[in-house]
């Protein structure tokens, strides 16, 4: 079995930071993806940013020199340093891996996602 934790949200002014975390857990064979998506009310989830096992990183427009993706390989665990919120930047956000996990008979590979986390950035 296989566990996403995400830890850091929060009420923050806007201007603020917040800095979340996801933590990977279980019967983990490798990681290989790693990345936080949002979802705000009545919109759909989407692509915050994402960094590769090598350390590529992909960001949505919209936090473009804001927020900051990093890993732990060691640890498996993903981070998402923001700053500079925004109201907009009110979501549930998601830590979401690509990983291949043991399973009875050999691995699995496939999307693994968390429970989410709220941010809220009041004006």
């Known amino acids: 079995q296989v566990h996403l934790v995400e830890s850091g949200g929060g009420l923050v002014q806007a201007g603020g930071s917040l800095r979340l975390s996801c933590a990977a857990s279980g019967s983990i064979f490798s990681i290989n993806a790693m990345g936080w998506y949002r979802q705000a009310p009545g919109k759909r989830r989407e692509l915050v940013a994402a960094i590769t096992s090598g350390g590529s990183t992909n960001y949505a427009d919209s936090v473009k020199g804001r927020f900051t993706i990093s890993r732990d390989n060691a640890k498996k665990m993903v981070y998402l340093e923001m700053n500079s919120l925004k109201p907009e930047d009110t979501a549930v956000y998601y830590c979401?891996?690509?990983?291949?996990?043991?399973?009875?008979?050999?691995?699995?590979?496939?999307?693994?996602w968390g429970q989410g986390t709220q941010v809220t950035v009041s004006s």
């Open positions: 979401n891996t690509h990983m291949i996990v043991w399973v009875v008979g050999g691995t699995n590979e496939g999307d693994y």
